[in-house]
């Protein structure tokens, strides 16, 4: 007899390292619990170890729908985003939103694979390019940023996957790795958790915009490395290109949030706000449109009004009185 977790199955894949969650839909589907209904948002996960399926193909997958893709590693090499170039490519000229998390610590991203996307990010005002760096001004690392994260958004469904390969060649398809993929629906509990740990790195201290001046620093110190064990005095360039490159990074700007941050409901909603004043009521025709994308909710202006606070939270709108708001200018508005 085969597992069960709430109301869905989970039957395992063996050593084959898969798994598919399939789940039971209800017609009295007040009566059940939340986490029930929770465990039924997840559609499917699977195991990814490069041996019977390889990463990369279940990323060009989940990306060739997407409408926003999010990728927050600690490193990435030029064998890494050849593998994912025409994907990437075909995103672009879907109009999908692409942003990069890239990490810096120990100089171990490559220096070309840096330049080139943020080179992409230039001449592509769809995809968004930040490092992150684990080092304190004084250029000594404190925490090393480590992650392995992938998030495609498709509206409705969302695609994550999480584990230990990087966006390097070895990662997505050569290496021993063990990745797990989360199929869900967007606002399933799951999804909300992942992105608020996405934001918490983005929003955070350590991660800022690149710019050309910090690209040329990185490339100099990334090829000085290797060379500073070499002598003293490369040891010593070593040293001044280490703190020139901190001191760098504490001159550039923070991501600001946009309404690209947002996800499931809370896009859904904003993308009907008018600019301008509206009132909590002017949202309510929307409600049969809102619930094509979200057939099991049956409190949709509950869950409008719930979004409105959220959104408020955000920055995103201000609340003026007796349900009645204004839709705050943010950069893609000044733009």
Partial sequence: MFPTYGHYWVFPGGWKASATVCYTSYENYEDRSYKDYE????????????????LVDSLLQ??????????????????????LEKGLQDSIKRNCYIEFILGIDLYI?????????YQL???????????????????????????KLYIADQTSVVTTIIGSSNLTEGGLRSNVELNVLIESESDSDIVSKIHKLYFRIKFSNRCFKPDEDFIQLYSEI???????????????????????????????PHPS????????????????????????SDLYKFEEEFRSHYPMNRHI???IRQVLQQLRDLGLVKYLEEETWIREETEEDKH
């Fill in 109 to 117: 991203t490559d220096s070309k694979a840096l330049q080139n996307l």
């Fill in 121 to 147: 990010s230039k001449a592509n005002q769809n995809v968004k390019l930040y490092c992150y760096s684990g080092s304190n001004s004084e250029g000594n690392s404190e925490a090393i940023y480590h992650p």
């Fill in 62 to 83: 989940a990306m060739e729908k997407s409408n926003c893709l999010r990728i927050a590693v600690a490193f990435v090499s030029t064998g890494g985003i050849s593998l």
């Fill in 301 to 303: 202006r509950d869950k």
């Fill in 222 to 252: 990334y090829s000085a490395k290797e060379d500073q064990k070499k002598t003293i005095k490369k040891e010593e360039h070593f040293r001044k290109l280490n703190l020139g490159i901190s001191k760098k990074i504490s001159s550039l």
């Fill in 39 to 54: 465990a039924m948002k997840i559609m499917r996960i699977e195991i990814i170890n490069n041996n019977s399926k390889k």
């Fill in 257 to 280: 949030r946009t309404s690209k941050d947002l996800f499931g409901w809370q896009r859904l909603v904003f993308e009907k706000l008018p600019h301008g004043k509206f009132k909590t």
